[in-house]
Structures are given as structure tokens and as C-alpha cells.
């Protein structure tokens, strides 16, 4: 029997354990933020700005543009059954249990190797106070936080995403607030250079580098948007998803222009593209001619609580993702277990056990940022498949379920032609990173992980057909 079919979690699985819907308002808000506002936002803006100057305005706009639609179809399939615990399920579903089991684990895959370059960054943050403290230290103390934090119950990762989140956003409203006062004052640089809007379009224009230059911004900026599907898992645990979920969906296009382009826009308008440094984080910098002393140490402790933050978000997504797949018996059933609080216990200590492979890659490349630039390329392409599974099993509940489509209230604006326009943009996005040696090298090494994965499905399907 189909699950679309199926009404509800409470109706159909009233005799199984099941996952508790702890989250509130506040904290499904406050965790879609922290989604969609990564790291990369705060150390890896310089080098974005100096790839593709002022267009790299435009750049994030487009990207997150974009992103709306997949969260817009995932958020109506999602809302069609509530008995979906992810988008792993209605790709089940939809496309078949092939597609349930590569994005079951390629979502778990995608952020155990973002965690990994969690564990890695928080290390290098760490060491910015500690020098000589060794870099295996910081990285066991993060799992071991990681595994504090989760193990309690579902509320307590909600209120401890919410504080992460809150940082992020005080941050960021800084430095908007400072740039903005910066710019209307006209503030002058050390140098002699003002502060103005015409900084958008000097210094040779709002493409100074030409259209290649604003591809390669793409090619970083991607990175920065994984995680936003994250409310998609967290729907399970959520209290009143019929209310909750829209919200935090709908509110997304106005987070990416507030704090992405609204923070690189004071940026650039204080400081011109070209005077960026492409090797810092121009948050340093605009808190410095802020006058704020300790600029470097207040980011410093704003991108560790957002790579804390990250990782915290793919230990939570990682452990429900493998709950789903072994209670449908795509992954070991040990691994479905929940303990009296409803955590996936097991699955838990399952993803943590493969964030020790960070401790490993610290001492494996040349330097941290070498490290952490492999393993985030390797992350974003493996996100890119599961945005387009998203989009695929919306094109499936079109024309399997239409009366589930006629009656929601949360439909994709556009519908398939907003689907056929975004995944023309993801196949742009492959054509952009296979322009660069770095990022080309990845597309090069994930259709390993495929390959992997297909081997194991055809060793596990039979026993799936049985059960």
C-alpha cells in the first residue's frame, strides 16, 4: 500500500515507537536560520568578493532564489502526509525504494563530511586562542559535546540550535547596522577612500571580472547554502507542522536578502571588491573600522559557535535520517532503536563514530584550510542530488497523487515549469564547478560514492521484497 495513501502518523502507527514532536515555532524558525546561514558566510565572503566583486550581490540572490522552490515542493509533499518523517520517505515513495535508500544515505553522507569539516574547523578556531594546544583535543571535545547535547531528548537540540542561531543573527545585525551608519555617515577607509553605494558600480563595474569571474562565484557560494533543507527533517518532530512549517519555509527568501546580501552589500559599499582580502573575513575587517578592538576574537567565536552549530544540525539530521532508513529496513533495524526520551540513541553513536575520521584528516593535508576546502566541495555536490531528488519526487506526487496536489494549501508557485527552471540552474551549477581543478576533481572522485551505493542496494533488495 502506498504511503501516500495514508493519513497520518497517529492514525497508522499507533502500536510502533515513534519520534516525538517537541520542536516549536521558535525553535523550527530559529533551526531553518541556522540552515541557511553557514559558515561560509563569515570566512569564506572575501574570497567570493574577490572572485566576483560587486555581482556577487547578485550571485547569493539567485542561488537562494532558487533554493525557495525546493523548499517550496518539499514543504508541500511534506504537508500532503504527515506521516513522512523526510524527504527520504516520499522519495520512497514516489520514485521507488531506490531513491528512499541512495537519499537516505547520501543525505547521511552529506553531513557526516560536513561534520568532518566541522570537527576540522573548530580545530583550526581553536587554535586561534590556543596555538599550542593539539588539534585532536578541540576535535574529541566537539563529538563528545555533540553527543551531550543530542542524547537528552529532541527540545533540547531545538533550544540549543535556537542560542546557536541567535548568535549568528546578532552578528550579522551588526554588521549591517555598523555598515549602514558607516555608509550614510561616509566614513572614509585609512586609506582615504569613502565609504558609497558607487562602489557597486567602480572599479571596473558590477562584473569587473567578467562572466567567468561571476560564475566562479557560484562555484564557492553554493557551499554556503547546504542545510536549508534541514526543516524537511526536522518536520517529524514538530509541533503543529500544518502552521509551522510554511512559516519557516516562506520566511527564507527574506532571511537570504537580509542577512547575505544585506551583509555583503555594507560590505562592499565600505570597503571597495577590490581592497578586500580575499585570505580573511571581512567581518574582521568591517568590525575593526567599526572601532571594535577585539574584531578578530568576536568572529573567532561567532564562526566556532556556527561550525558548532553545524555540526550539532547534521548529528541531529544523521541519526533521524538512519532512524527512517532501518525502520524501513534500509539500514541495519539496530539502528532504528529509540530510547524512553524517542532519541535514535543508536543512530546517534552511529554518526558520531564516523566523525573521527576529522580527527584523522587534521593530520592528513597540508593545512586546515586544504582540508576543509575537499571535504565542503565533496558535501555541496552530494547536497545538489538531494535537492534534485526533492524536485523529482514533486514531479512524481504531480502525477501520481493530483488530488492531494488540488487540495493543498501550500503549492509550489510555478509547479513543474518552477521545477524544469531549477534544475536548468543545478545543471549550470555542474557546468560552473567543472571549470575549476579543485572543485572539478570532486565531480571526478562522488560518482564513487554511487557507484558504492548501488552495489549494496542490489545485495540488500531481496531482502527488502521479503520484509
Not at 19 to 37: D, E, T, Y
Not at 225 to 233: A, D, H, N, R, Y
Not at 451 to 460: K, Q
Amino acid at each position: 500500500m502506498n504511503i501516500a495513501s495514508k493519513p497520518s502518523v497517529e492514525n497508522n502507527r499507533e502500536g510502533e515507537p515513534h519520534l516525538a514532536r517537541n520542536l516549536s515555532n521558535r525553535h523550527l524558525q530559529l533551526i531553518a536560520i541556522g540552515g541557511a546561514i553557514g559558515t561560509g558566510l563569515f570566512m569564506g565572503s572575501g574570497k567570493t568578493i574577490s572572485l566576483a566583486g560587486p555581482s556577487i550581490l547578485l550571485v547569493y540572490a539567485i542561488i537562494g532564489f532558487m533554493l525557495f522552490f525546493v523548499m517550496r515542493a518539499l514543504g508541500e509533499i511534506l504537508l500532503s502526509n504527515l506521516e513522512y518523517r523526510s524527504f527520504a520517505d516520499f522519495a520512497g515513495d514516489y520514485l521507488g525504494p531506490w531513491a528512499q535508500f541512495f537519499t537516505g544515505w547520501t543525505y547521511w553522507l552529506c553531513w557526516i563530511v560536513t561534520g568532518i569539516a566541522d570537527v576540522v574547523a573548530v580545530s583550526g578556531y581553536i587554535s586561534f586562542w590556543y596555538p599550542e594546544l593539539a588539534l585532536w583535543i578541540p576535535a574529541l571535545g566537539l563529538i563528545g559535546v555533540l553527543l551531550l547535547l543530542n542524547l537528552p531528548n529532541v527540545r533540547n537540540f531545538g533550544e540549543i540550535e535556537f542560542w546557536f542561531a541567535l548568535i549568528k543573527i546578532v552578528a550579522i545585525v551588526a554588521l549591517i547596522l555598523a555598515g549602514a551608519y558607516m555608509l550614510i555617515t561616509g566614513f572614509a577607509l585609512p586609506n582615504g577612500t569613502q565609504a558609497s553605494v558607487t562602489h557597486l558600480w567602480a572599479n571596473g563595474g558590477f562584473f569587473p571580472n567578467g562572466f567567468f569571474g561571476f560564475v566562479a562565484g557560484f562555484q564557492i557560494a553554493v557551499f554556503a547554502f547546504v542545510g536549508i533543507e534541514l526543516v524537511g527533517t526536522a518536520a517529524a518532530e514538530t509541533e503543529n507542522p500544518l502552521r509551522n512549517l510554511p512559516k519557516a519555509i516562506n520566511s527564507i527568501p527574506i532571511r537570504v536578502v537580509l542577512f547575505y546580501v544585506g551583509a555583503l552589500f555594507v560590505i562592499i559599499t565600505v570597503i571597495p571588491w577590490n581592497q578586500v582580502d580575499p585570505g580573511s573575513s571581512p567581518f574582521v575587517a568591517m568590525f575593526s573600522l567599526a572601532g571594535l578592538g577585539i574584531a578578530a576574537h568576536v568572529v573567532n567565536f561567532v564562526v566556532l559557535t556556527s561550525a558548532t552549530s553545524s555540526a550539532n544540525s547534521g548529528i541531529y539530521s544523521t541519526s533521524r535520517m538512519i532512524y527512517g532508513l532501518a525502520t524501513s529496513r534500509l539500514a541495519p533495524q539496530i539502528l532504528g532503536k529509540l530510547n524512553s526520551r524517542k532519541v535514535p540513541v543508536n543512530a546517534l553513536f552511529f554518526s558520531c563514530i564516523f566523525l573521527l575520521a576529522g580527527v584523522v584528516l587534521l593530520y592528513a593535508g597540508d593545512s586546515i584550510i586544504e582540508v576543509f576546502t575537499i571535504v565542503t566541495t565533496i558535501s555541496a555536490l552530494l547536497f545538489i542530488f538531494i535537492w534534485s531528488i526533492i524536485l523529482a519526487s514533486y514531479l512524481q506526487y504531480r502525477r501520481k497523487r493530483p488530488d492531494l496536489h488540488e487540495k493543498s494549501t501550500f503549492k509550489l508557485p510555478g509547479g513543474r515549469a518552477a521545477v524544469a527552471m531549477v534544475f536548468a540552474f543545478f545543471a549550470f551549477i555542474l557546468w560552473a564547478l567543472a571549470q575549476e581543478q579543485d572543485t572539478a576533481i570532486a565531480l571526478k572522485i562522488t560518482p564513487v560514492w554511487f557507484i558504492f551505493l548501488g552495489i549494496v542496494y542490489l545485495v540488500i533488495r531481496k531482502n527488502y521484497r521479503q520484509n
